[in-house]
């Protein structure tokens, strides 16, 4: 009998052990559960359903008006403007942001110690209040009084004037820059770039630390003789899952671009609306003017535009995009 | 070396321009109103005495004043007393460029309060972010329990929304229940951070089991284990961690500029430089881009102490 019990008691006392270990398991979970709920999928829910009325903060109640905000969305001129700026923005800065960080990276790991140094160069704007460095460059492009405009009117009377740019330039002015609406969007697009390459630079540096150089000596044996040969058939391959990760997460902080704008032009987004990005439009459609209808159905379209690239992510990692 | 001269060439122009606009905004803080205007200077102005106009405004003498002065300046005329006040004003008034822009950075608007206001916005953000991520990570990666694959699945999904893309229904819910212009309002929404928590039981999960059952059997409870075991296993990652949070939040300025609206007293730094270029006319560049200076320069200094571990800090999102 004796024997029986003993690994019966045992097995009791390892399930008590294991009810013990589920109990703390969800009391240790249940915190960041609940707030999981309330902060971020709570909103999204709220967002959902708001953005089929026509609420507003501080009115009682509130009408259901079925699809008419996503119908003014995809109608309106306005939300034409929203959609052309932002895509304007993300498809520019996400391409040259990630094949500057990369050219940097390259250029950087292969000029020895020296290199280190522009890689803190390179990483300051990823640190500094973008806030206070909008308003820096909004000082720099000044028409009047900025270094740039400055620098331009200098370079008049001398050879540079062969080019169109700066010959019109010194015959009438130099642009207006963020006064301009051709130049507005570019000018943000501009900042972004200059913000956010360094970031994706040092995600580049270290995805190069694990490239083998064995297979560099390889390539050289198969008759890749030129760097640019050995680049395509081993860098950039080896480097696919940085790039998939920096090229994801550029577009998403691409997407969520504001403070440069609100800087710029806290009231309508730039000239003729040219900058008015989805971020700027949520914050000034739903926050400042209580549209909050259609500032949840921005919001909505906001959500699945990331969802979206984060899964085509997500998907592209687990296909595996690694040959090195 | 000199073959590769035409890298360095490039990596210097782009050095130049990613430079600029630092340059630029510490020189504009160095500077007189005028040498800013004339573009002249150098880097750091000439530092020539200058008068603050303001200062000399409101010490010009009312008749009253000029009454009472009258004795210190026997047999003169009101009108000689006045301008002799006024003298003695623009001498007190005068000062350097660069003590003017500094000085007026910190009087003009109440900065020492919006840098505390950050520091506290940020800290108590990262310490609840700590306290609510560290146990939950802990019970993902090395506790058994049924339900465990789905909170998992939940914590994949939440990193797939941005808390500044969700700011409107946020806001809402906040001014529903009378938070907004509160500390609580620049705390709440990032007191969840899901990435912390993936991060950290990504590390935990290279933690031996051993560690853990060793100190089950010396009877430390669960929460102790998380704390004083688990804790400082992880100094490492949390310190990366810490970095990713405090540059994150103390740079942001969209979720503040939403909710704290007029409040002043609760303005982070972001929004203190913001409420200065809004009321700013031509020959306040000075002191604004002084006020720029003074929240830029904190995080670049900790940044250029300890840059690898920045580095590490900031790139940790790209970790797998």
Not at chain 1, 183 to 198: N, S
Not at chain 2, 96 to 101: A, C, S
């Amino acid at each position: 009998m004796a024997v029986v019990e003993a690994p019966l008691a045992a097995a009791a006392r390892t399930t008590d052990a294991e009810v013990q270990q589920v109990r703390t398991a969800w009391w240790l979970t249940a915190p960041a559960l609940g707030l999981m709920f309330l902060i971020l999928l709570v909103p999204v829910m709220v967002a959902c359903v708001l953005s089929f009325t026509d609420y507003s903060l501080g009115n009682p109640g509130f009408n259901w008006v079925g699809v008419d905000n996503y119908d003014k969305l995809f109608n309106r001129s306005t939300y034409e403007k929203m959609f052309i700026a932002t895509f304007t923005y993300v498809v520019t800065v996400v391409p040259i942001s990630v094949a500057l960080g990369l050219g940097a990276a390259l250029l950087i790991n292969s000029v020895g110690r020296l290199g280190d140094l522009y890689k803190t160069i390179y990483f300051l704007p990823v640190m500094a209040t973008l806030l206070a460095m909008a308003i820096a460059w909004e000082f720099m492009l000044h028409p009047s009084i900025g270094m740039v405009n400055r620098g331009l009117e200098m370079t008049c009377g001398t050879v540079l004037e062969v080019i169109p740019f700066i010959a019109n330039g010194c015959a009438d002015r130099f642009p207006l820059w963020l006064g301009d609406r051709d130049y507005a969007i570019w000018v943000v697009c501009f900042i972004g770039i200059w913000q956010g390459f360094g970031f994706n630079m040092v995600l580049y540096l270290a995805g190069l630390t694990a490239v083998h150089r064995e297979l560099y000596h390889a390539a050289e044996m198969d008759g890749a003789k030129s760097g640019w040969d050995r680049f395509w058939l081993v860098t950039w391959p080896a480097l696919g899952p940085t790039t998939v990760f920096v090229v994801t997460i550029s577009c998403i902080r691409a997407f969520q671009v504001f403070d440069t704008i609100e800087a710029f032009w806290p009231q309508g987004g730039g000239p003729n609306k040219s900058a008015y990005v989805m971020m700027f439009a949520i914050f000034e459609k739903g926050i400042q003017q209580n549209l909050i209808g259609i500032g949840s159905a921005i919001t909505m379209l906001f959500l699945v535009f990331v969802m979206f690239l984060t899964l085509i992510q997500r998907w592209l990692v687990e296909r595996k995009v690694h040959y090195g | 070396m000199t073959r590769d001269w035409w890298k360095h060439m490039i990596l210097i122009i782009g050095a130049i321009i990613v430079i600029a606009p630092f340059y630029m905004m510490v020189s504009y803080s160095f500077k007189s109103p005028g040498e800013i205007d004339r573009g002249e200077g150098g880097f750091f102005g000439r530092q020539e005495l200058m008068v603050d106009e303001r200062c000399v405004k409101l010490r010009d003498p009312n008749r009253d004043e000029i009454a009472a002065a009258a004795p210190n300046y026997p047999g003169q005329s009101d009108n000689e007393i006045r301008e002799a006040i006024i003298a003695e004003a623009e001498a007190d008034c005068s000062m350097r460029p660069v003590v003017f822009n500094y000085s007026k950075a910190f009087t003009e608007a109440p900065l020492i309060r919006y840098l505390m206001n950050g520091v506290i916005v940020t800290a108590s953000i990262f310490l609840i972010q700590i306290v609510v991520a560290l146990p939950a990570a802990y019970a993902l990666a090395k506790l058994k329990f049924w339900g465990r694959e789905a909170v998992f699945g939940l914590v994949l999904f939440c990193l797939l929304i941005p808390v500044h893309a969700i700011a409107l229904p946020l806001y809402i819910m906040l001014a529903k229940i009378g938070l907004t212009n509160t500390y609580a309002a620049l705390v709440v929404p990032w007191t969840i951070s899901v990435f912390g928590i993936f991060l950290m039981r990504q590390f935990f999960m290279t933690v031996p089991d051993d560690l853990i059952d060793t100190a089950r059997m010396d009877g430390m409870s669960e929460m102790a284990i998380v704390w004083r075991v688990m804790l400082p296993t992880a100094i490492p990652a949390l310190l990366a961690f810490a970095i990713f949070s405090v540059v994150a939040h103390w740079n942001d300025y969209f979720w503040p500029r939403i909710v704290v609206t007029g409040n002043r007293d609760l303005f982070t730094p972001p929004l203190g430089l913001r409420e200065f270029k809004g009321d700013g006319d031509g020959s306040f560049f000075g002191p604004m881009m002084a006020t720029a200076t003074v929240i830029v320069t904190p995080l670049i200094v900790a940044f250029l102490l300890a840059q690898r571990r920045f580095i590490e800090g900031i790139t940790l999102s790209g970790m797998k």
